[in-house]
């Protein structure tokens, strides 16, 4: 069984970018994640280090704590996260607007770096892995409204049964088509859809590969 990281390289692997998975440490701490198949380092230059797929899972395994707290909510946790709709006063001022923008072009650099022949207009790994999150923050990066707790319009991102496949849903059918417009420019495959017991339109949104 793998040894878990210890504290100086869980400490690296937890400040790594919430997006893009960009390390920051010592030349010994990085080559160590390295060897160790949680992190690689990208052969063009500057050479950064990423998290690799096991490194995410290491950072969003909770590590055991002394006593049992709450979490803290999605807005106090200091970790960007996209609205995927139902959220509780979604904050959409000028400050989430900047977070967004910057979250999206660190997506955009991530897949510069990580696809392999780096192009920008298809999903990478990290979004195959991460889908709701990543459909969600191609949508408001687009300036596309979630829906709020407490009901109205907006749109809402969930997982699905189906592998690598998430389900977008809004009340508008003109808004709906757009969100499937904006993920199709994002470099997903999309298509309508119709719920058989309620009617309701719905867009399958997967990530494309080529």
Same mark, same amino acid.
């Given at each position: 069984?793998?040894?878990?990281? @210890? ?18 440490? @010592? ?7 390295? *060897?160790? #198949?949680?992190?690689?380092? $990208? ?8 998290? !690799? ?6 950072? /969003? @395994? ?14 106090? %946790? ?13 904050? %959409? #001022? ?6 967004? $923008? ?5 997506? =955009?650099? =991530? ?25 969600? =923050?191609? =949508? /408001? ?5 979630? *829906? ?15 592998? /690598? ?8 059918? /003109? ?6 417009? !904006?993920?199709? *420019? ?7 859809? !119709? ?16």
């Amino acid at each position: 069984m793998t040894r878990p990281p @210890t504290a100086a390289q869980r400490r690296v692997i937890d400040a790594a970018d919430p997006v893009t998975g960009r390390l920051r440490g @010592t030349e010994a701490q990085l080559a160590a994640l390295v *060897k160790r #198949g949680l992190a690689f380092r $990208h052969p063009r230059p500057p050479h950064d280090h990423f998290l !690799t797929p096991a490194g995410h899972r290491i950072r /969003e @395994t909770p590590e055991p704590a002394a006593t049992v707290a709450e979490p803290p909510a999605a807005s106090d %946790s200091g970790v960007f996260a996209a609205r995927i709709g139902g959220e509780e006063a979604p904050d %959409s #001022g000028p400050s989430r607007i900047r977070e967004v $923008h910057s979250a999206w072009q660190g997506l =955009l650099e =991530l897949r510069r770096m990580t696809n392999p022949d780096g192009a920008v207009d298809r999903p990478c790994a990290w979004e195959r892995t991460h889908l709701v999150q990543a459909a969600a =923050l191609a =949508l /408001e990066a687009a300036g596309h409204r979630p *829906k709020a707790a407490d009901g109205g319009g907006g749109y809402r991102v969930r997982a699905t049964p189906q592998p /690598e496949a998430v389900a977008v849903r809004e009340p508008d059918p /003109e808004a709906l088509r757009g969100c499937a417009a !904006t993920l199709e *420019k994002a470099g997903w495959q999309v298509g309508e859809h !119709t719920e058989p017991r309620t009617g309701a339109r719905y867009v399958l949104a997967s990530p494309r590969r080529v």
